[in-house]
C-alpha cells in the first residue's frame, strides 16, 4: 500500500511525499503450504515466542493455549500437513522473496526452539518412524529422531565436516557465483557451509522420497547465522553482504521446491529472518539419540494427553452417528404417533377378522 500526502503553501507550490507500507523489521515469510492450511493475507504481527504454536497447529496439533492471530485460518480436520520445515535466519530483517509468498511482522524476536513441537511428534506417533532435523550448523547443536539417524548419517553437521565437504565435488563452491566471496575467509566459509547444508538435505530428501508415504509428520528446524557473521565482518552495505543475501535467498527458494515435491505439495516451509536476537538463548543440551519416552511433557505427573491423533476421526465418527440415530427416532415415532390401528397394523387387522369370523 502507497500513501500520498501533498502538501501546499501560500506560494502555491506543492510538495509531494509517498510512503510504502509493507513488512518492515524481523518477519515471518510462508515459502510453501498446501492449500488446506491457509495463511490469510494481511500484516498481522506475530510475536517470537508464538513461533512453536504456529508450527504445532499448522501441523493439526493441540497447543496449551490457543493462537490469538488472525494470519491462520481455520484448516481441514481431515488432512494434515506431512512435514514442516521452519529455517531461522539471523543478521538482517527480510529477504527478498517473491511478492505473491504471505508475509507478517515479526515483533518480540526472542529466541525460540521447536522442542514442544518435536516431543509431541515423538509422543503421538511412538510407534511410527518419524523424521526430526534440528540443526544449527554454526553451534554445532544437532538433534535428530527416528528416521532421520538414517536419512541424514551422511550428513555433515560440525564446521569441520561441513569444511571438508566443500572441498568436494559437486560442493556449493563451483556450482554458485561467489563474486565478491571469499574461499579463503572464515565469515565467508561459515556462511557457505551453512548454504552447502541446505543443498545437502535437499538432495537427501531427494534419495529418500518415501518419507512422504510414512503416516507420521516431519519436522526440520534449521537456524543459519552465517549472513550474521558477513554482516558483522563486512557491513550491511558490503558488496559481500549483497551477495550472500542473494545466495542465500535463491538457496532458500531451491530448499522450499525441493521438499515441497519430496512431500508432493503437503508440506509448509517457513523463513524466520531476526536481525538479531533480543536475549540469549539457554537451551539444555540434548544427545543425538535420545529417545526418552515421554507422555506428557508440559505435566509435571506424566499423564497423558487428554486426545490422541484419531481424536478428529472418533468425534466425526460419534457425531454423525448420534445425529443419524436422533433422525431415525423422530421419524419412527411420527410414524407411530399417526398410526391407524386399524389399517396399518397387522395385529389389529387379523384380530378383526378373527372376532368378525366368530
Known amino acids: 500500500m502507497i500513501i500520498i500526502i501533498i502538501i501546499m503553501n501560500n506560494s502555491h507550490h506543492c510538495s509531494l511525499f509517498y510512503f510504502s507500507s509493507g513488512v518492515l523489521g524481523d518477519s515471518l515469510t510462508v515459502l510453501r503450504s498446501p ?14 515466542e508464538k513461533i512453536p504454536d504456529l508450527v504445532a497447529l499448522t501441523m493439526g496439533f493441540s497447543i496449551h493455549e490457543d493462537l490469538d492471530w488472525p494470519g491462520l485460518a481455520a484448516g481441514s480436520l481431515f488432512q494434515r ?58 553451534e554445532e547443536r544437532l538433534y535428530m529422531m527416528g528416521m532421520a539417524n538414517t536419512v541424514f548419517e551422511d550428513l555433515p553437521v560440525t564446521l569441520q565436516q561441513i569444511r571438508g565437504r566443500l572441498s568436494q565435488d559437486g560442493s556449493v563452491l563451483t556450482s554458485l557465483p561467489l563474486v565478491s566471496l571469499s574461499r579463503n575467509n572464515e565469515a ?10 541446505l543443498y545437502d538435505i535437499s538432495t537427501l530428501l531427494q534419495k529418500h522420497k518415501h518419507l512422504a508415504k510414512d503416516p507420521a509428520p516431519d519436522l526440520y528446524s534449521l537456524e543459519l547465522a552465517g ?24 538457496a532458500l527458494q531451491k530448499f522450499a521446491d525441493d521438499v515441497a515435491n519430496v ?16 536475549a540469549p538463548l539457554t537451551r539444555k543440551s540434548r544427545s ?16 497423558a494427553y487428554k486426545y490422541d491423533y484419531d481424536y478428529a476421526v472418533v468425534f466425526n465418527i460419534v457425531l454423525w452417528l448420534m445425529i443419524v440415530l436422533a433422525l ?31
Open 35 to 48: 492449500q488446506y492450511v491457509i495463511f490469510r493475507d494481511g500484516q498481522w504481527p506475530i510475536s517470537g
Open 81 to 138: 500437513p506431512r512435514a514442516n520445515a521452519l529455517i531461522v535466519v539471523r543478521g538482517l530483517d527480510s529477504l527478498d522473496f517473491p511478492k505473491n509468498i504471505s508475509s507478517y511482522p515479526l515483533e518480540n524476536p526472542v529466541p525460540f526452539t521447536l522442542d514442544s513441537v518435536a516431543n509431541t511428534v515423538h509422543t503421538l506417533f511412538a510407534d511410527s518412524t518419524p523424521v526430526v532435523l534440528q540443526l544449527a550448523p554454526s
Open 188 to 197: 565467508d566459509l561459515l556462511f557457505l557451509s551453512e548454504v552447502q547444508v
Open 227 to 250: 549472513l550474521e557473521e558477513i554482516a558483522r565482518r563486512y557491513g550491511t552495505d558490503s558488496p559481500q553482504f549483497t551477495d550472500a543475501t542473494r545466495i542465500l535467498t535463491s
Open 263 to 278: 512431500y508432493a505439495n503437503n508440506a509448509v516451509v517457513e523463513v524466520v529472518t531476526v536481525k538479531t536476537f533480543e
Open 288 to 303: 543425538i539419540l535420545e529417545s526418552k519416552q515421554i507422555s506428557n511433557p508440559g505435566s509435571p505427573y506424566n499423564l
Open 328 to 358: 431415525s427416532v423422530i421419524v419412527i415415532s411420527y410414524n407411530l404417533w399417526n398410526m391407524d390401528p386399524g389399517y396399518d397394523s397387522i395385529i389389529y387387522r387379523m384380530t378383526n377378522q378373527k372376532i368378525r369370523m366368530d
